[in-house]
């Protein structure tokens, strides 16, 4: 009989390959998917070298296809003239159902579609996607008073207990 894979199993089999940090300073994260990503030999072998940037990255719906826009994968150190073009477009992996139910959202008025991070997950490459609202200034201020909030606190806790 098979035993249950626990939780530090499933984090062991995830090796994240880069984060889109800006995403959570510049949006207000609604919900997320994981979807897997079509590559070709050479970005495979680049992501492997965990060299990666979601930066500037989004993505867009089209003709009932989702497509990764901007994402750089830099080209393979050892590949040769066959290597890949760093910038193109990639094609995300979904359900139909999930696509529906992520349009819906991404379609109202003021909510994308961002990556939050690029990782493989047994063997195969995956990104988190969300449905995110673009945060205002005043939002940003106010994320900042509260992560200063909960560094004092955090601090004076600390402080404390010696």
């Not at 499933?10 to 979807?35: G, M, P, V, W």
């Not at 990639?90 to 939050?116: C, D, N, W, Y």
Request: with cysteine.
């Amino acid at each position: 009989m098979a035993r249950k894979p626990n939780k530090k199993d499933q984090d062991e089999s995830i090796k994240i390959i880069c984060r889109n940090r800006r995403a959570f300073h510049e949006y207000i994260i609604d919900d997320t998917l994981e979807c897997g990503i079509v590559l070709t030999g050479t970005e495979v072998k680049s992501l492997r070298e965990r060299s990666c940037s979601l930066e500037d990255a989004y993505a867009k719906l089209e003709d009932g296809e989702v497509w990764l826009i901007g994402s750089d994968i830099p080209e393979y150190s050892m590949g040769n003239r066959m290597n890949h073009t760093p910038k193109r477009p990639r094609k995300l992996l979904m359900h139909r159902r999930e696509i529906a139910k992520f349009a819906g959202k991404a379609s109202q008025r003021g909510f994308t579609l961002v990556p939050l991070k690029m990782y493989f997950k047994k063997g195969r490459a995956k990104v988190e996607l969300a449905v995110a609202r673009g945060k205002q200034l005043y939002d940003k201020r106010q994320a900042a008073k509260k992560a200063d909030a909960q560094k004092e606190i955090r601090r004076a806790l600390s402080e404390r207990r010696r």
